[in-house]
C-alpha cells in the first residue's frame, strides 16, 4: 500500500489518517455531543466534566482548524462561543455510530455493565 504525507507526517494507510482526524480520548466525544445541536463551551465542559480546560479547548481548536466543527463567535458582552458541526463533522458521525454500536456489543459479550469500574 502506498504511503501518504500530511503536514509533514507520514501515514501507511486511511484508516490511519483517519483515526489521526477524529480519534483519541476525547474528539468523538466532543463530536457526540453536537450531533443534533449547538453546544456553548460551558456546556460541552459540564457535559464532559472529567475533561480539563485545556483539553477541551485544544481539542475543539483542533476540530475546528480539521473542519469537524463550526465555531461561531458573538460580539456580546461576556463573549458568547457556539460550537456545532459542520458537513465533515455529521459525516464522521455515521462511522462513530458504528463504532458506538460495536463497542456496546463488546461490552455485553464481555459482561460489562454500564457505571462498572
Known sequence: MPEFLYNNKLYYNPVEFAMDRIGGT???PILWRLQNKVMRYSELKKDIPHITH????SQLKELEAEG???REVYA?????VEYSLTERGHRAMRIIQQIRDYGLELMDEFG???GEK
Open 54 to 57: 485545556k483539553m477541551l479547548s
Open 26 to 28: 476525547w474528539k468523538i
Open 112 to 114: 460489562v455493565k454500564e
Open 76 to 80: 456580546v458582552v461576556p463573549p458568547k
Open 68 to 70: 469537524f466543527l463550526h
